[in-house]
């Protein structure tokens, strides 16, 4: 098995002299995309999402371990993250799902990137950038019910006719965003029937679109009728459940644990207020130990004497508020527990383990944002 530290601001290879880092597993990758495959079956198209760094895993390595697992599409945000993917010899097609702007149209047909078209404003700039030869590949995005970009689905149609009838635009897909897979089964069946309605006046119009697509990692697992002929898996394939019926339908393994070590730790008598606005104070003598991680890593604020870390395969409590820079324990139960010791703030140790989704449930927030938060500033060690 082969280690690489990543600066994952910079891909230059380095040996990385902070004791906080993320290890990232591309074997779970890899392994969660093979599970989402068994589950949609052979005939239904893969787009696993990549974008804000794939998760906070590494835009480029999860690409290439996705390419060489077979995925048909990348889906990434913005039109740099799709140049960046493309810098690094990654062929695989690439859609943008967020809004552009006609400027971004020229490098979207150089470097063959599929764009989403959500009304007329960039028919001037793809005519323009297509007159003397290329055509842009493009996704059309309808609104069912998510409110923010794409087009109404109520007036869609006539837009999907001028588009289609572009010359300079290869109109390889349409797809639609999911507001409430999660909570809401009423309204989502409301989506995809809204959904299917537009899809089937498209094909009695005689408009061929090859791919459509609607399920995100929810609807990927609980929603088989949205499946369509492509889906769009996110976090799932980063091994993360976003509902806690997940485990038993799909077998997910867990890609990223966050650690840290041991920097400092002090004896300390009751009755001593740790960190900021005295939030705790000590009932009895203990040890605090200080990590050296905060939340300008991605740990949060709201985490403050609520998170959990493992430490010599036992839980120790965070005390004090989480600082930007550092975080207090207290390890006062522990035996033995000394300086350079391994910490787990998400992932195993022994017998105990902690995952994004309790980190997310104490912070009143969700895995993507608590997996999305862990900074540039945390190595990432990957695991091939």
Same mark, same amino acid.
């Given at each position: 098995?082969?280690?690489?530290?990543?600066?994952?601001?910079?891909?230059?290879?380095?040996?990385?002299?902070?004791?906080?880092?993320?290890?990232?597993?591309?074997?779970?990758?890899?392994?969660?995309?093979?599970?989402?495959?068994?589950?949609?079956?052979?005939?239904?198209?893969?787009?696993?999402?990549?974008?804000?760094?794939?998760?906070?895993?590494?835009?480029?390595?999860?690409?290439?371990?996705?390419?060489?697992?077979?995925?048909?599409?990348?889906?990434?945000?913005?039109?740099?993250?799709?140049?960046?993917?493309?810098?690094?010899?990654?062929?695989?097609?690439?859609?943008?799902?967020?809004?552009?702007?006609?400027?971004?149209?020229?490098?979207?047909?150089?470097?063959?990137?599929?764009?989403?078209?959500?009304?007329?404003?960039?028919?001037?700039? &793809?005519?323009?950038?297509? /007159?003397?030869?290329?055509?842009? !590949?493009?996704?059309?995005?309808? #609104? +069912?019910?998510? $409110? *923010?970009?794409?087009?109404?689905?109520?007036?869609?149609?006539?837009?999907?006719?001028?588009?289609?009838?572009?010359?300079?635009?290869?109109?390889?897909?349409?797809?639609?965003?999911?507001?409430?897979?999660?909570?809401?089964?009423?309204?989502?069946?409301?989506?995809?029937?809204?959904?299917?309605?537009?899809?089937?006046?498209?094909?009695?119009?005689?408009?061929?679109?090859?791919?459509?697509?609607?399920?995100?990692?929810?609807?990927?697992?609980?929603?088989?009728?949205?499946?369509?002929?492509?889906?769009?898996?996110?976090?799932?394939?980063?091994?993360?459940?976003?509902?806690?019926?997940?485990?038993?339908? &799909?077998?997910?393994?867990? /890609?990223?644990?966050?650690?840290? !070590?041991?920097?400092?730790?002090? #004896? +300390?008598?009751? $009755? *001593?207020?740790?960190?900021?606005?005295?939030?705790?104070?000590?009932?009895?003598?203990?040890?605090?130990?200080?990590?050296?991680?905060?939340?300008?890593?991605?740990?949060?604020?709201?985490?403050?004497?609520?998170?959990?870390?493992?430490?010599?395969?036992?839980?120790?409590?965070?005390?004090?508020?989480?600082?930007?820079?550092?975080?207090?324990?207290?390890?006062?139960?522990?035996?033995?527990?000394?300086?350079?010791?391994?910490?787990?703030?998400?992932?195993?140790?022994?017998?105990?383990?902690?995952?994004?989704?309790?980190?997310?449930?104490?912070?009143?927030?969700?895995?993507?944002?608590?997996?999305?938060? &862990?900074?540039?500033?945390?190595?990432?060690?990957?695991?091939?």
């Amino acid at each position: 098995m082969n280690e690489l530290s990543v600066d994952t601001k910079n891909d230059a290879t380095h040996t990385h002299h902070r004791p906080t880092w993320a290890d990232i597993d591309l074997r779970a990758i890899e392994y969660n995309f093979k599970q989402v495959r068994k589950l949609i079956g052979k005939d239904v198209h893969i787009m696993t999402v990549v974008k804000a760094n794939a998760y906070g895993h590494g835009t480029i390595e999860v690409s290439e371990v996705l390419e060489r697992s077979g995925v048909d599409y990348l889906g990434v945000a913005t039109t740099d993250e799709a140049v960046r993917i493309r810098d690094h010899n990654i062929k695989t097609p690439i859609l943008v799902l967020g809004s552009v702007l006609p400027s971004e149209v020229a490098v979207a047909v150089e470097r063959d990137i599929t764009l989403t078209i959500c009304d007329d404003e960039l028919l001037d700039a &793809i005519r323009s950038r297509t /007159a003397h030869g290329g055509r842009l !590949k493009a996704h059309i995005k309808i #609104d +069912t019910g998510m $409110g *923010r970009v794409g087009i109404w689905h109520e007036d869609a149609l006539g837009i999907i006719k001028r588009i289609s009838s572009e010359k300079g635009i290869l109109l390889e897909g349409i797809y639609t965003h999911f507001s409430s897979a999660g909570r809401d089964d009423f309204f989502t069946a409301y989506q995809i029937e809204a959904f299917e309605k537009l899809l089937s006046s498209i094909e009695k119009n005689w408009i061929k679109i090859p791919l459509k697509h609607a399920a995100n990692s929810i609807a990927t697992v609980d929603f088989r009728r949205s499946h369509l002929n492509l889906v769009r898996p996110g976090l799932i394939i980063y091994g993360m459940y976003p509902k806690h019926t997940f485990p038993k339908l &799909i077998k997910l393994k867990p /890609a990223l644990e966050l650690k840290t !070590k041991i920097v400092f730790i002090k #004896d +300390t008598p009751p $009755g *001593r207020s740790i960190s900021y606005g005295r939030t705790f104070i000590t009932q009895k003598h203990t040890k605090i130990a200080t990590l050296p991680i905060g939340y300008a890593d991605g740990f949060g604020r709201k985490l403050s004497n609520k998170a959990e870390v493992l430490i010599r395969g036992q839980r120790a409590r965070v005390v004090g508020k989480v600082t930007m820079d550092q975080t207090m324990i207290d390890v006062g139960h522990i035996k033995g527990v000394k300086v350079s010791d391994e910490v787990v703030l998400i992932g195993r140790q022994g017998k105990e383990e902690i995952r994004t989704e309790n980190l997310a449930r104490m912070a009143d927030s969700i895995a993507y944002e608590v997996i999305c938060g &862990i900074s540039n500033r945390v190595p990432r060690i990957y695991k091939r």
